[in-house]
């Protein structure tokens, strides 16, 4: 059973950064993407930023760019979430997820609180 476990959530003030991961149980082969969302307090879940494994090509969400990257690290199987300058609005619950044509697996959660 393929599993994803998030870690590295916590509270920063405004304008700080955390670096979150993403850890699989598997080795996924060929091109699979991997994925970070997130889930505010009475908000829908929103996408944050993506990277296709093969490629190393990465999305980001508008309300994300130049604040947020992606990185894989191959041998161990984890993606990460570097995120800088975080405001108020980028608290949530951070999930990762992977797949091919669409996210198939998902982990946990991680809570990022962003407040003064």
């Known amino acids: 059973q393929v599993q994803l476990v998030e870690s590295g959530g916590g509270s920063v003030q405004p304008g700080g950064s955390l670096r979150l991961a993403c850890a699989t149980s598997?080795?996924?082969?060929?091109?699979?993407?991997m994925g970070w969302f997130r889930q505010a307090p009475g908000k829908a879940r929103e996408f944050v930023g993506s990277?296709?494994?093969?490629?190393?090509?990465?999305r980001y969400a508008d309300s994300v760019k130049g604040r947020f990257s992606i990185s894989r690290e191959y041998g161990n199987n984890t993606v990460y979430l570097q995120m800088n300058n975080l405001k108020p609005e980028d608290t949530g619950v951070y999930h990762c997820?992977?797949?091919?044509?669409?996210?198939?697996?998902w982990g946990q959660g991680t809570q990022v609180t962003v407040s003064s």
């Open positions: 598997t080795r996924f082969l060929g091109d699979y993407v």
């Open positions: 990277i296709r494994w093969n490629t190393d090509t990465t």
């Open positions: 997820a992977a797949g091919y044509s669409s996210y198939d697996y």
